[in-house]
């Protein structure tokens, strides 16, 4: 099984600022990495695929990166609305595995 | 529009199973394939399995095995989850969810309500 990683747990950014979040894979998952975004007592989001293919309606502040191992979501100038809890998921091989998250809070 | 209802939450004693529904609107319901994956109060995601709604062929993450079942109907367009030997770690809400392309993709969009199981003597 692949483990996904993602880093840090919590980021404390400010609105109108940047915020990286970092996901590594235990094994390469090429570019077969999607992003998801879930706010408190709603469905997951699909944010990014493809490692960096944006979903339908996702603004271009929202950017994935990376291939292999190691990917970054990078959201520039961030609105009130993106403080969320973030997931990464791999689907290069079964079982389809998630990071544990990474929590985006104000600061 | 595409559409993903599923059933109403759940409360189950321990040992026992629980069958969760999720209705499929708006699309060719054969021509996606779909998934589960849950969460835990508080928790990350989790994926649990996936069925080819056209063949019926599934695949269950190994954790699963031997007490979960995805089944479907589709005359009325609608996948089932069966867990069964419930225990208290089952405690999750469970979502539905559709691959995005036709073509498998296995990332997931749009996603089911959720249905909140609770396992609980």
């Known amino acids: 099984e692949i483990l996904m990683t993602q880093s840090p747990a919590t980021l404390s950014v400010s609105p109108g600022e940047r915020a990286t979040l970092s996901c590594r894979a235990s094994q390469s998952v090429g570019s077969n990495l999607a992003w998801y975004q879930q706010k408190p007592g709603q469905v997951p989001r699909l944010l990014i695929y493809g490692a960096s293919t944006r979903a339908t309606g996702i603004p271009a502040r929202f950017t994935g990166s990376g291939s292999g191992t190691e990917f970054t979501l990078t959201i520039s100038s961030l609105q009130s609305e993106d403080f969320a809890v973030y997931y990464c998921?791999?689907?290069?091989?079964?079982?389809?595995?998630f990071g544990q998250g990474t929590r985006l809070e104000i600061k | 529009q595409v559409q993903l209802v599923q059933s109403g939450a759940e409360v189950k004693k321990p040992g026992a199973s629980v069958k969760v529904s999720c209705k499929a609107s708006g699309y060719p319901f054969t021509a996606y394939h779909l998934h589960w994956v849950r969460q835990a109060p508080g928790q990350g995601l989790e994926w649990m399995g996936r069925i080819n709604p056209k063949s019926g062929d599934t695949n269950y993450a190994q954790k699963f095995q031997g007490r979960v079942a995805l089944t479907r109907d589709t005359s009325i367009n609608t996948l089932y989850l069966e867990l069964s030997r419930l225990t208290s770690d089952d405690t999750a809400i469970y979502y539905c969810a559709r691959d995005q392309n036709p073509r498998p993709s296995n990332w997931f969009d749009p996603w089911g309500q959720g249905t909140l199981v609770t396992v609980s003597s």
């Open positions: 998921q791999q689907y290069n091989d079964w079982p389809i595995t």
